[in-house]
Nanobody, 125 residues
Framework: QVHLVESGGGSVQAGGSLRLSCTAS????????MGWFRQVPGDEREGVAT????????YYADSVKGRFTISRDNAKNTLYLQMNGLKSEDTAMYYC??????????????????WGQGTQVTVSS
């Protein structure tokens, strides 16, 4: 079992920045593909970015390319999402997710079996 805990959400004005963190426990972190997803009420959960177990490959949704950066520190079992140039449409609950084994591409939430509780990001215009 993998336990994920997110932090770093909050409220920010458009154009601002936030950094989300996700700490993992309960499994060998270096074997996990990690990802960030987001969801607004009434909509499906969508992929934001995913990163390979070694951190060498990252995949992004078109809507966040050039603004968001996913990274991981395998020594600290921690995943990050640096969000710059935030827009009101980035407002959502952000979830950290993990799966055992590497996959390529952004992929749907169905490919990830472990989830955090979520952290809210609100961007005001």
């Amino acid at each position: 079992q993998v336990h994920l805990v997110e932090s770093g959400g909050g409220s920010v004005q458009a154009g601002g920045s936030l950094r989300l963190s996700c700490t993992a426990s309960g499994d060998t972190y270096t074997s996990l593909q990690m990802g960030w997803f987001r969801q607004v009420p009434g909509d499906e959960r969508e992929g934001v970015a995913t990163i390979s177990p070694g951190g060498y490959a990252a995949y992004y949704a078109d809507s966040v390319k050039g603004r968001f950066t996913i990274s991981r520190d395998n020594a600290k079992n921690t995943l990050y999402l640096q969000m710059n140039g935030l827009k009101s449409e980035d407002t959502a609950m952000y979830y950290c997710a993990a799966r055992r084994g590497a996959i390529t591409g952004l992929r749907s939430p169905d490919f990830f079996g472990f989830w955090g509780q979520g952290t809210q990001v609100t961007v005001s215009s």
